[in-house]
């Protein structure tokens, strides 16, 4: 059974730093593109920022780019996000999500991990 759990959030002030953490289970990432999406109160689910496999391309939101940071370490099975300078606006439950192996289309999701940044 595959299972994505994060960890890492918390309550920050703004131009503080956070780095969340997607421990995967039940099969090997490596060759599946991972990605971390937010989600704020009364607004839909966006693109934070996404990898490809093992790791080799990352691609990140306008919002969150210079920012934000995504990697991985397939010898863990870890996918990490590393955030600085956050903004009040960066406040969401931010979710873990792996895409089948060779594809883009994101199957597997974590229980979100919230992220509180106060002004």
């Known amino acids: 059974q595959v299972q994505l759990v994060e960890s890492g959030g918390g309550l920050v002030q703004a131009g503080g730093s956070l780095r969340l953490s997607c421990a995967a289970s039940?099969?090997?990432?490596?060759?599946?593109?991972m990605g971390w999406f937010r989600q704020a109160p009364g607004k839909e689910r966006e693109f934070v920022a996404s990898?490809?496999?093992?790791?080799?391309?990352?691609y990140y939101a306008d919002s969150v780019k210079g920012r934000f940071t995504i990697s991985r370490d397939n010898t863990k099975n870890t996918v990490y996000l590393q955030m600085n300078n956050l903004k009040p606006e960066d406040t969401a439950v931010y979710y873990c999500?792996?895409?089948?192996?060779?594809?883009?289309?994101?199957?597997?999701w974590g229980q979100g991990t919230q992220v509180t940044v106060s002004s």
């Open positions: 999500a792996a895409a089948r192996p060779f594809t883009r289309d994101y199957v597997y």
């Open positions: 990898d490809t496999l093992l790791g080799l391309t990352t």
């Open positions: 039940g099969r090997t990432f490596s060759n599946s593109a």
